[in-house]
Each structure stands twice: as C-alpha cells, then as structure tokens.
C-alpha cells in the first residue's frame, strides 16, 4: 500500500493530527481543497465550530456527530455525504462544518484561485458544467448509499 505526501504523518503539522476537528479540519483540506491546513486555518476552524456548536445538543446532534466519526473514520467520501445528507436534512452538523471551511478557505488570500477563475475560457466551461452535473448525479447515488450505511449502527 503506498501512502500519499498528505497522508504520512510526519509531514503533517503536529497540532493538526492531535485532536478530533484538526484531524476533521485535514480530512475536509484534503478532500474539498487539496491543500494543506496552516495554524491560521485550524485556530479559525476551531473558533468558528466553537461559536456554531456551543448551544447544540439533543439527541439528533448526537447521532450526526456518531454519524459523522464514523464517516471520518472510515475515510468516507465526505462530499458525496454532505450532498445526500444536505438533501434530505439541510440543518445537519457535516453541511455546517463544510460551510464553515468553505468560509474559511474563501476569506483567505491564499486560496484566492480555488474560487474566482479569471481566465477566459467559455468551451472549456462548459465542458466542465456539463462534467459537474453528471458527477454530481454520481456523488448523490454514492452519498446516499454510504448515509445508509452509516445510520444502520446509529
């Protein structure tokens, strides 16, 4: 089994892989960004769920946070699960915390060119939309089978 450069643990920050959202925050960098967290990010990360999270709890908060370390455990394709979860319950824990990395990640000078495209390049546009829509058909059939798969244990 070979391991990629993101995954070897010695090149990842110590304080990143010591606790669960540096962990999370690494798995939503890998996987939506393809970039790796600096201490600016995590601290953001950590202070942003800090302030969304601090009044959640109930039983339904519990079981998406099961639902969510068992997605993470098992290194389930995260977005293919936040667009089935999302779709069938907007106001769930994985939606937010990708909207609060997305946030993060937008607002930050250095990924700049991850989200405004300034070169002109209308055929190969939509090439690419048309790519989208059929991936994401894909990523929703695939999201809804790992959400089932997940929630059996929950």
């Avoid at 969510?68 to 394709?77: E, Q």
């Avoid at 936040?82 to 769930?92: I, K, P, T």
């Avoid at 607002?107 to 700049?112: A, R």
């Amino acid at each position: 089994m070979t391991e990629s450069i993101g995954d070897s643990p010695s090149l990842k920050p110590r304080h990143i892989q010591d606790d669960e959202l540096g962990q999370e925050l690494q798995r939503f960098c890998d996987q939506f960004a393809h970039c790796v967290p600096d201490p600016e990010l995590l601290a953001a990360y950590r202070c942003a769920n800090a302030k969304v999270f601090a009044h959640a709890a109930g039983q339904e908060h519990e079981e998406q946070k099961i639902i969510l370390r068992k997605a993470l455990a098992a290194k389930r394709d995260l977005e293919a699960l936040e667009y089935a979860w999302r779709l069938g319950c907007h106001d769930n824990i994985l939606t937010k915390k990708v909207h609060i990395f997305m946030y993060l990640l937008e607002t930050s000078p250095d990924h700049y060119n991850k989200f405004v495209n300034e070169s002109k390049q209308r055929t190969t546009a939509y090439v690419v939309l048309g790519f989208q829509g059929l991936r994401s058909a894909l990523k929703l059939c695939k999201g809804y089978i790992s959400l089932i798969s997940l929630r059996a244990g929950v």
